[in-house]
């Protein structure tokens, strides 16, 4: 017994290590420089052992998108925290996403770019994007009243989405996020 919890332990650390590094190598160098061999190389571990963990790229790209989930659920409940009004925390929360898109990019394009079998709004929904949706829908149910709160929290998503992926892509002009975020808030609070 206590053999096989070690082996556990250490089976969740390799894991746990496989996807740190690439998500270290994919912010430092993007997605297309992740491989297994690479990633073998860096955690020095074999080829096999990874595979012992992950079918490939695409199991580990999720791995990674999920830990993203869990962490944005975090900075929005953060973001949400102590605010004194619905708009506050409709600002906060649209500044603290687009700050988690623009600082960590690759695992965003993990969430949100790559291909992935995670299943949006199903019954097999991983429960931490269920997190992450339900921490933007306790932003967004203050501000409407009789009003379809899982659609409203998509669509205030998928503005975020797009002025983080917009933004990002160089298409938006940088000077221009406050004034931005501040005509959303208003679009969604009036």
């Not at 998500?23 to 297309?32: D, L, N, Q, V, Y």
């Not at 649209?94 to 949100?112: G, K, N």
């Not at 790559?114 to 997190?131: E, G, K, S, V």
Request: no cysteine; net charge negative; hydrophobic share 40%.
């Amino acid at each position: 017994m206590v053999i096989e919890g070690r082996r556990e332990r250490e089976r969740s650390a390799r894991r746990e290590l496989i996807i740190t590094t690439a998500r270290s190598i994919a912010e430092a160098e993007g997605w297309e420089a992740v491989t297994t061999r690479r990633l073998s190389s860096e955690i020095e571990y074999s080829q096999p052992v990874i595979y012992k963990h992950f079918a490939g790229m695409e199991d580990i790209a999720e791995a990674v998108a999920v830990e993203g989930f869990t962490e944005l659920a975090t900075v929005i409940r953060n973001a949400r925290a102590g605010t004194e009004t619905a708009e506050q925390a409709l600002t906060r929360t649209a500044e603290a996403y687009l700050d988690f898109a623009r600082t960590s990019p690759a695992v965003y394009d993990a969430m949100f770019s790559r291909p992935t079998t995670l299943h949006f709004a199903a019954a097999d929904t991983p429960p931490q994007l269920m997190a992450a949706f339900g921490e933007l829908r306790e932003v967004v149910e203050p501000l409407g009243e009789d009003e379809d709160f899982d659609t409203l929290t998509e669509v205030v998503f998928a503005a975020l989405h797009g002025l983080a992926t917009l933004r990002r892509g160089g298409r938006l002009r940088p000077d221009h996020d406050t004034d931005r975020i501040r005509m959303l808030v208003r679009q969604i609070t009036t």
